[in-house]
């Protein structure tokens, strides 16, 4: 075993042979959305993206359903099965199978294997002091999708401007980094940009900057917190958060900080690389149609925290 549980990883990774290593995930959600099709394809990419985290190539894939068959007509079954394989086809991987349950909810996701060389794994436990932070989608989806099914936020502006991007494959951004000397990386989930970041300087003993102007929004989630509107999952990240030091040297409002503490589903990739390199990856990544990628902060030496600035 290459990689466990013990820095919370995004992937198990285990050597088969001195050129070969196989990763393990499975990740599996709740609807986001009502649209069945847009539920398979934004949680088939979330699981496949902890299998791009670690630097690897996704292979194989099973469906994982909980499903009310009793209550709910099989055909939206099909179309969260169908935006399912349709995005792991995109991602050159193969659909095998899968095990599905019956539930009083809906939930689907992926068990996902893929491959790395041993030499070449990627893990969020890497970063250096001197690395920059690249993030390459915007934060703040969790509110909108609360905020949508409470009729607070516009679906058809969910769908135009929000939807696409968390359903992308996040392939063409690791392909991208890995060109660079890529020290470390994670993808920002359910644990929120903060919660995510501290994973990855807990792991490396280091200490995580932020620069909040620099941080990607999408367009309407500020305005969602604003409103008083939230989501499931702030407070516990705020907690988790908590156990380090995070410190705030600029004035916030409260709707500003939660949005640092947003659970994201399938949400992008938090980059650590040497700070010289951090111009020309992003250039690298908005070439490759990874419009909203943007340098976030850096890693220092220090107490394991967090400032943000």
Known sequence: MLVGIETSDDAAVYRLSDELAMINTVDFI?????DPYWFGQISAANSISDIY??????????????????????????????????????????????????????????????????????????????????????????????????????????????????AALNGAAMAKALQYDLHACTDVTGFGLLGHLLEMAAGGGVHGMVNYNALPFYSGAYEMYRKGQTTGSNKANRALVARYPLTVERALTSSQLELLYDPQTSGGLLLALPKDQARNLVDDLRKAGVSEAVRIGEIVAGAVGITVQ
């Open 30 to 34: 709740t609807p986001p959305v009502d």
């Open 53 to 166: 985290s670690m630097g690897g190539k996704p292979l194989t894939a099973l469906n994982v359903v909980m499903y009310p068959a009793k209550h709910l007509d099989m055909g939206i079954l099909r179309e969260i099965l169908r935006g399912g394989n349709d995005k792991v086809v995109e991602a050159g991987a193969c659909l095998a199978g899968g095990h599905t349950v019956d539930d009083n909810e809906p939930k689907y996701g992926l068990c996902v294997n893929g491959v790395v060389h041993p030499n070449r794994i990627i893990t969020n436990a890497g970063a250096k002091p001197g690395d920059a932070l690249i993030l390459t989608k915007p934060l703040g989806s969790g509110v909108l999708f609360n905020a949508t099914r409470a009729g607070k936020f516009n679906l058809q502006e969910l769908e135009k401007s929000v939807l696409p991007i968390v």
